[in-house]
């Protein structure tokens, strides 16, 4: 791979997954002393046309975020659909999930990642953008989100 495959160095999130959103965000809300975020569905298959291992999937989660200076916190709740949430949570149970970096390319990006043995787990859209989760944990100890926004 080349310096910095991705073209950002910069950890733009950390995603959590979790059984009970409501309950998790109101707890990071008391311990920031800060409003507690409204949670919100992903958006529907037919708009983010998820794929996951290769697949395509119905699955969605509820998001909540907290942002935290130049840092985003995201809390998952998956829901029982196959995806990598889904699938994390039920292998690690809840807690870490993925540290993100927004991108520009994201295709080619996918493709660099890929070509040095880092495959896709899972890619969907949402409004104003696009993701994919990167299966670099054999190198990197952490799956790696690429957020693409339009």
């Given amino acids: 791979m080349v310096n910095n495959a991705l073209g950002n160095n910069v950890i733009t999130q950390i995603g959590l997954l979790v059984n009970d959103i409501e309950k998790t965000s109101q707890k990071y809300a008391e311990f920031f002393g ?3 975020p409204n949670w919100f569905w992903t958006d529907t298959a037919d708009i983010a046309r998820t794929e996951y291992r ?3 999937s119905e699955a969605r989660a509820k998001l909540a975020f907290f942002d ?3 840092l985003q916190l995201e809390l998952i709740e998956p829901d029982h659909n196959p995806s990598t949430w889904r699938e994390s949570l039920e292998r690690n149970g809840e807690g870490f999930h993925h540290i993100a970096f927004m991108v520009k390319g994201m295709k080619e990006k996918i493709a660099v990642l890929e070509a040095g043995g880092m495959q896709l787990l899972q890619k969907g ?5 696009r993701y994919a989760y990167m299966d670099t944990f054999q190198d990197l100890k952490v799956l790696v989100e690429l957020l693409e926004n339009d």
């Fill in 54 to 56: 290769g697949e395509p």
């Fill in 68 to 70: 935290m200076g130049s």
């Fill in 125 to 129: 859209e949402y409004t104003g953008g």
């Fill in 34 to 36: 800060i409003e507690k």
